[in-house]
DNA sequence: GTCTATAGAAGGATAGAC
DNA sequence: GTCTATCCTTCTATAGAC
């Protein structure tokens, strides 16, 4: 067996590289296929014959990232750790994938957000409904302790997530008020700095919360 | 006087009115000014009659609506409160906010994430970098007691601003997890109710929060 | 598989009549 | 101020040669 298969050849490899990159970073609506196609190195045409329209060419993309991103996100909470545990593993891992791809938590709540219907054709390869019933399950004893009952949930998961992505989606905002953010180092220190300021504060809520 | 301002005549303000409504829908790349035309009830010429072009027409949208979000979280913080009573106002009074504009943090955040030259023009406008420092002076005792140092700000700042915001913004997501959340009364009843979550949560992680 | 050339549609912008 | 008609550029997509 000499060939590879046609599916994964390099040269849609390299176009879907391209093609994540310019999605990313300007959108669906603000990407251009010539664009990706000189990323690529390469000519529209090409994109065309390997993926038909920008249309599939996107969706294509869309669903790897999405798909990455809720898989980071539930991993981690499928281990066999306490609650706690999970936590403070969930923040460290997070926040390192996030700052190698800052720009894909912006991506894809606008895409998600501009176009609802997008996510229909996936929902059901990524049916993380049971999960999280899954996890109240798995720590209802450690939880109650903490004076959470298993409708808060969603509160407090929300919560967990916003702390190591909110800044990501919001940094050019956040750079409005402390313009230091904008360099690079700067705004990836203050982010492993967060994963000890976000444990510690989720911590003490958790211990001390009115019940 | 029997003419008003030709600034706002009743022409112009539809225009905008309806350009605020395509923007935060579609984003700056995906509105189309025929849209922008149609739901004004006039035609495409008259848009650039009074806007000149979509660029214009754009930054003039773009800019009420910046204002318009920091407006709403800086004036809170202003009052002649305690820390603990501003943090609560500020949820009260911002979900409020959000509820009737939930499509504004992700339009924002979005357009800022794009082109971040976007603010430049507006950066002096806003410069709220002082208000940033004031906020801290004027609470130094009772943060101190909660254990939170002046360069703790921004940590806490963002994570206080992102318990309104993030769950806006990021509502399609919640949905492919959460899908009661795709029904505007369950959605913000759900953040009614994160009102009280979030400033349990947060008065409880202050007050035992690890020096 | 890859390229050049071009079709064809869409969208922003303007000219000119009323 | 407002409209119709149209220009011109940009962009997606395809035809056809190699």
Redesign the interface.
């Known amino acids: 067996m000499k060939k590879t298969r046609i599916t994964d050849s390099h040269t849609r490899q390299k176009i879907f590289r391209a093609a994540t990159e310019v999605f990313e970073?300007?959108?669906?609506?603000?990407a251009r296929m010539q664009e990706i196609a000189d990323r690529a190195g390469i000519n529209k045409a090409l994109l065309h014959y390997y993926f038909r329209s920008k249309d599939q060419l996107f969706m294509a993309v869309f669903q790897v990232l999405l798909k990455k991103m809720?898989e980071k996100i539930t991993a981690i909470f499928q281990a066999d750790l306490s609650f706690k545990e999970k936590i403070r593993l969930f923040l460290d891992q997070h926040i390192d994938f996030l700052i190698k791809n800052p720009?894909l938590p912006?991506f894809?709540?606008?895409e998600?957000?501009?176009n609802?219907s997008i996510?229909e054709s996936i929902?059901e390869t990524?049916h993380?409904?049971e999960?999280?019933d899954m996890i109240y399950e798995k720590h209802s004893k450690e939880l109650k302790g903490y004076g959470i009952r298993k409708s808060?949930m969603?509160?407090l998961m929300?919560?967990v997530?916003?702390?190591s992505?909110?800044?990501f989606?919001?940094?050019?905002?956040?750079?409005?008020?402390?313009?230091q953010m904008?360099d690079n180092r700067k705004f990836n220190s203050?982010m492993l700095?967060?994963k000890e300021?976000?444990a510690?504060?989720?911590f003490?809520?958790?211990?001390?919360?009115?019940k």
């Open positions: 970073l300007k959108g669906y609506a603000g809720f720009k912006m894809l709540l606008n998600m957000s501009v609802p996510t929902k990524l993380y409904g999960l999280r808060d969603p509160q929300i919560t997530v916003s702390m992505i909110f800044p989606a919001a940094r050019e905002m956040i750079a409005v008020m402390i313009p904008l203050f700095e967060r300021f976000a510690d504060f989720i003490s809520a958790l211990k001390h919360r009115k």
